[in-house]
């Protein structure tokens, strides 16, 4: 892998339709100016004036300045171990100082994320390693899931002759994300523009690593899953089924055809071999643009959630009797939404939490509850009001929810937030997000 020599003017920020990453502006809340930030001694812990708590916690040792798309997983053992791209922008070109493009980090908590360990590096091959998902199977192993971009040279393309240019307010503001940036019109230009310039990006294809020792050391060679082709990415985590089979949630993009769906690939040798994709919403000719996952309801149903396109296309869900075989039609669940992740708590209910949005005021951290099957979401809750979201949560020991999700922006880092569940059910749709509540520091043990 030649090392590249990073330009700002000169990127290609090419992205297809599989790696959208479309925000507008942050859902903010009424008071969001009115926010007063505290640190304590290390710059942890973080207040807004009602003393409600999010944390920081990818930002202390190794870590380079953006980091993205966290994933949670609770250990048999009781640990909670999250996994986080870490780079330099929202896609990390190689440079003389980070040869390897991005890579994918670990932390880990003990005492129900309250405390964070300094970040470990798990991967970090000659590719951009992005968008980590972890789970733990029956036999003990952790499994990461994540795609790769890899790198070259081509033409320079430019918007009359030059590369956009765009002010500090908006390079600062989106983190020079490439899909955020088309959102802006240069200054260069009466349009926006997707900037492309000599360095471009192919995506290799979605990976799989093990651990069998809870984390603390990884396989060194990450396997390529070869039966799909290189226009599958994934972006959740790999889920056992009940027969003993393995399912990879992927998705893929086919920009002649302005249509994106999802899929999910079978192992039925834990992990070892991984069969042909199957498709979930290709007949629907819809921009279903990413990040499908899945969770098994009740009856033994695998069911299906895939991203829509920005504010234009709603999420969509399938299901499968077969434990993902076979898929019904895609149908629309009613509502916009990007990165969706279920978690199952112990009561039942069924958590998604996924990067929502508002007509009022554009893109946030948002949670939906089902306490009926995947049949109803009640919501939309507020859980904050940044846009980077790709949120994960987990059931801690007392009942209480952590969120883990992370900033868009310069300087992006993972945050973790924890707040109680809604009890009562709510029928009704709410006009605007109704925020969570959310638990002090004090209560954080």
């Known amino acids: ?165 765009y002010n500090q307010d908006q390079v600062s503001k989106f983190g020079n994300n490439p899909d955020l940036l088309h959102e802006q019109k240069p200054e260069n230009s009466e349009q926006k523009v997707r900037p492309t310039g000599q ?45 003993g089979s393995w399912v990879l949630p992927v998705y893929r993009s086919e920009p002649s055809k302005k249509a994106a769906w999802g899929g999910v690939i079978p192992s039925y040798d834990k992990g070892g071999t991984w069969g042909k994709v199957v498709s979930i919403g290709e007949d629907a000719n819809l921009v279903l643009a990413a990040e499908t996952d899945v969770i098994l309801l009740k009856d033994e149903t695998v069911f299906a959630l895939l991203r829509g396109d920005r504010s234009l296309v709603n999420m969509h869900y399938a299901s499968s ?34 990067r929502a949005y508002c007509d009022k005021s554009g893109y946030y951290t948002g949670l939906r509850i089902s306490r009926n099957e995947a049949k109803t979401w009640e919501g939309p809750y507020l859980i904050d009001d940044v846009t980077g979201a790709y949120p994960s949560t987990m059931e801690l020991s007392d009942g209480s929810i952590m969120a883990v999700y992370y900033e868009e922006g310069e300087g992006s880092s993972i945050r973790a937030k924890r707040f109680k569940l809604p009890v009562e059910p709510r029928d009704e749709e709410f006009p605007v997000p109704k925020p969570v509540e959310a638990l002090s520091v004090e209560h954080w043990q």
């Open 321 to 354: 009797n077969d434990f993902g075989k076979n898929w019904t039609r895609v149908k629309d669940i009613g509502f916009v939404g990007h990165a969706p992740s279920l978690t199952r708590l112990k009561s039942g209910e069924i958590l998604l939490s996924y």
């Open 199 to 243: 360095i471009k990006w192919k995506s290799k294809g979605p990976y799989v690593l093990k651990s069998f020792d809870n984390g603390n050391t990884w396989q060194k060679e990450a396997q390529l899953i070869t039966t799909s082709k290189p226009e599958w990415n994934c972006s959740a985590k790999v889920r056992e089924m009940p027969d």
């Open 1 to 165: 892998m030649r090392k590249l020599k990073f330009d700002m003017k000169g990127l290609n920020w090419a992205m297809n339709f599989s790696l959208m990453f479309i925000v507008l502006f942050s859902c903010n809340s009424k008071n969001h100016s009115q926010k007063k930030m505290i640190h304590n001694s290390i710059g942890e812990q973080v207040f807004n004036k009602d003393s409600t708590l999010y944390k920081i916690i990818s930002k202390k040792g190794i870590t380079r300045g953006y980091q993205a798309v966290p994933d949670a997983c609770r250990l048999n053992n009781g640990n909670i171990v999250v996994v986080f791209y870490d780079g330099d922008n929202h896609i990390t070109y190689p440079t003389p100082e980070y040869p390897n493009a991005g890579r994918i980090c670990l932390i880990r908590s003990k005492d129900e994320g309250s405390t964070w360990s300094d970040p470990i590096v798990i991967y970090d091959d000659v590719n951009d390693n992005r968008d980590p998902h972890i789970n733990e199977m029956s036999d003990g192993s952790l499994i990461l899931s994540f795609f790769s971009l890899e790198f070259y040279i081509s033409e320079s393309q430019s918007l009359r002759r030059e590369a956009p240019s």
